[in-house]
C-alpha cells in the first residue's frame, strides 16, 4: 500500500510534543479527551489515503464513518507507548483485523528505541514498507500467504475468518489444521511443490 504519512500541523505538534516530554508514557494516554481532535484527523488522513480499505484484509468497506474504523498502531502502543504518535506507526484497520492483532508483538527486535524505517524489521505486513502483493496472494475471501510474513498476518488478524464465514466454520479459525493448511499451499506437499505454485501453473494457457 505504501502509504503516505500523516503530517501534523503546528498546534498539533505543540500536542505531541506535551506527550514526548512526559518521563512516562502509558500506552492508555490515547484515550484523553483533548487527543479526540486529533485522532479523528489521523483517521481520516488514513482513511482518505488507503481509500476505505484496511491495512490488513485489503477489504473495501465503503465509508469515511469514523466509528466504522479503527487508528492501527503498528506497534502497538500498550507495548511501545513512544511510538504512539509516530506517523509511520500509523494506519487505518477494520475493527476486526485491528481487534484480533490486538498487542501482538510486530518488532522482530521489541527492544527497538527509535522506530525501524525497514520491512524487514516487522513480523507483519507493513502498510508503509511492504507491497502486500509479495506477501499474500488475495482473492475474494481467500487469503494464500508467500511469505513468512504473510502467514504471520493471515494467523494474527484471523484473516481465515472471510473463508469461515464463506464456508459456516467455527470463529475463528485457530486450530493446528488452518496452520497445516497454509504450510503446505507455501512450502508444499510431499512432492515439495507449493500448491499456489501447481494452481497458478494450471491457470496458465498454452
Not at 48 to 60: A, I, K, L, N
Not at 85 to 93: E, G, Q, R, V, W
Request: charged share 25%; with cysteine.
Amino acid at each position: 500500500m505504501m502509504l503516505p504519512p500523516v503530517v501534523y500541523s503546528d498546534q498539533e505538534q505543540q500536542i505531541i510534543d506535551t506527550f514526548e516530554a512526559m518521563a512516562i508514557k502509558r500506552g492508555d494516554y490515547w484515550n484523553q479527551a483533548t487527543l479526540e481532535k486529533l485522532k479523528l484527523r489521523i483517521k481520516k488522513h488514513y482513511l482518505t489515503v488507503q481509500r476505505s480499505t484496511c491495512c490488513y484484509c485489503r477489504q473495501v468497506f465503503p465509508t469515511n464513518h469514523a466509528r466504522v474504523w479503527d487508528t492501527e498502531h503498528v506497534v502497538p502502543r500498550a507495548t511501545h507507548a513512544h511510538f504512539m504518535f509516530t506517523p509511520l506507526n500509523l494506519a487505518a484497520a477494520c475493527p476486526p483485523c485491528n481487534g484480533r492483532k490486538s498487542d501482538s508483538q510486530t518488532l522482530v527486535n521489541p527492544s527497538q528505541v527509535t522506530y525501524p524505517t525497514t520491512g524487514q524489521d516487522y513480523h507483519v505486513i507493513h502498510p508503509h514498507f511492504d507491497d502486500y502483493k509479495e506477501h499474500i496472494v488475495k482473492g475474494d475471501f481467500n487469503y494464500v500467504p508467500l511469505s513468512e510474513k504473510g502467514k504471520w498476518t493471515i494467523k494474527h488478524c484471523d484473516l481465515a475468518r472471510f473463508a469461515g464465514k464463506e464456508f459456516g466454520w467455527p470463529d475463528p479459525v485457530g486450530d493446528e489444521r488452518f496452520e497445516s493448511a497454509v504450510d503446505t499451499v507455501v512450502e508444499g506437499d510431499a512432492t515439495g511443490v507449493p500448491l499456489i505454485a501447481l494452481e497458478l501453473s494450471s491457470s496458465i494457457k498454452p
